[in-house]
Every structure is written in C-alpha cells, then in structure tokens.
C-alpha cells in the first residue's frame, strides 16, 4: 500500500469510530503500511553470497570458453576443407596438363562444346530471345 492510502484508512477509521477504539486499529494499519514499505525495500536490496557471486561468475567464465572452443574448432575444421580441396583443385590441373600433353587440345574442344550447348540451353529457356539467321538482315535492313 502507499503511504497516501494508509493515511486516508487511518482518517476514515478515526471519522467512523471514536478516538479511543479507533486508535488500535488506525495503529495496526500505520504497522501495516511501515512493514510493507520495509518488505519492498528490503527485496529491492538483495545481496547474494559470495560463494553464490562466484560460482555465476564461474559459469559465465566456462560458457565463454565453451564458446570460444566451438569457434577454434569451426576455424580449424574450414581450414582443412579449403587446403583438401585447393589440394584437388591442383590434382585436377596437374591431370589435364598431362592428358593435355599427351592427347592434344580434344579436351578443350569438348568443354569449348559443352559450354556452348549450357549457353544455348539458358538462352532458350528466356522468353526475351529471338533468333535470326546468320548473314540475312530479314527484319530489319542493316547495313553489313
């Protein structure tokens, strides 16, 4: 209750009855009001052990750790993933330089073909592509 509120029954209780049976009850309520504010101070107050402050403390302190490990080992774990695979992307070109060496330039005819053939394929699939003839100007007359 607020102090204001307190003072307002305790005017009310000495209005209504006498001044000697009102007494008792306008003190209880006075008591009423002095433990509530002690109450509400005394819970804005809390302390905690010190024991209790450094085992949170302790906790705090593991869970950052924790945290950081996870981080070290994400770290390491794509470090490797890149050394495997510029190691591949090595293995790869050292292939095709040798079969290039032994075999000619037919590899590079083929993936000049399957480019091509991707090109042509995500151009067909657009609806903003027209196709004409080579050398021929038949919609427009462009000068060659």
């Given at each position: 209750?607020?102090?204001?509120r307190?003072?307002?029954?305790?005017?009310?209780?000495?209005?209504?009855?006498?001044e000697?049976?009102?007494?008792?009850?306008?003190?209880?309520?006075?008591?009423?009001?002095e433990?509530?504010?002690?109450?509400?101070?005394?819970?804005?107050?809390l302390?905690?052990?010190?024991?209790?402050?450094?085992?949170?403390?302790?906790?705090?302190?593991?869970?950052?750790?924790?945290?950081?490990?996870?981080?070290?080992v994400?770290?390491?774990q794509?470090?490797?993933?890149?050394?495997i695979?510029a190691?591949?992307?090595?293995?790869?070109?050292?292939?095709?330089?040798?079969?290039?060496a032994?075999?000619?330039d037919?590899?590079?005819?083929?993936?000049?073909?399957?480019?091509?053939?991707?090109?042509?394929?995500?151009l067909?699939?657009?609806?903003?592509?027209t196709?004409?003839?080579?050398g021929?100007?038949?919609?427009?007359?462009?000068?060659?």
């Open positions: 209750m607020h102090c204001t307190l003072h307002q029954l305790k005017g009310r209780i000495l209005k209504r009855a006498g000697r049976e009102a007494l008792p009850a306008a003190r209880a309520v006075h008591e009423a009001g433990f509530m504010w002690r109450s509400e101070w005394r819970q804005t107050h302390t905690f052990g010190k024991e209790f402050t450094e085992a949170v403390e302790a906790k705090q302190v593991a869970q950052q750790e924790a945290e950081r490990a996870r981080f070290v994400k770290a390491e794509q470090k490797k993933a890149a050394i695979s190691e591949g992307d090595s293995k790869a070109a050292e292939l095709i330089a040798n079969s290039l032994t075999a000619g037919g590899l590079i005819e083929l993936r000049k073909l399957e480019a091509a053939e991707d090109i042509a394929y995500q067909s699939r657009s609806r903003n592509i196709y004409l003839p080579a021929q100007s038949v919609l427009l007359q462009l000068p060659q």
